[in-house]
């Protein structure tokens, strides 16, 4: 089965910087949906940002936009979550999924609707005030 990994989490002020790296064999080629999502404590699941990677099409939550970028390079077969002016409240654990599929609109956020097969084992983001 396809590996995701996820790296690039760690610990930042409040207003700093971070860049998340999602990578697995052919994760960008054909024509693929690869979303990130985050889970704090507590709280369920929420989808942050995806991408088509046979396209041009991303997807943010409201949460995050204006913020965070998603972007991919093919050459490295590698998605980023690009997360910038960071906030307390993005505490989470980050994980990249990738559904073998055109991304279904905005609803490629939701893990109901957009069916990922494929999730990597996560990386932490602290963010402190």
């Known amino acids: 089965p396809l590996k995701v990994v996820e790296s690039g989490g760690g610990s930042v002020p409040a207003g700093g910087s971070l860049r998340l790296s999602c990578a697995a064999s052919g994760l960008t080629a054909g024509t693929n949906c690869v979303g990130w999502f985050r889970q704090a404590p507590g709280k369920e699941r929420e989808g942050v940002a995806s991408i088509y990677t046979a396209g041009t099409s991303k997807y943010y939550a409201d949460s995050v936009k204006g913020r965070f970028t998603i972007s991919q390079d093919s050459a490295k077969d590698t998605v980023y979550l690009q997360m910038n002016s960071l906030k307390p409240e993005d505490t989470a654990t980050y994980y990249c999924?990738?559904?073998?599929?055109?991304?279904w609109g905005p609803g490629s956020l939701d893990t109901d609707k957009q069916g990922y097969t494929y999730w990597g084992q996560g990386t932490q983001v602290t963010v402190s005030s």
């Open positions: 999924a990738l559904d073998e599929g055109a991304c």
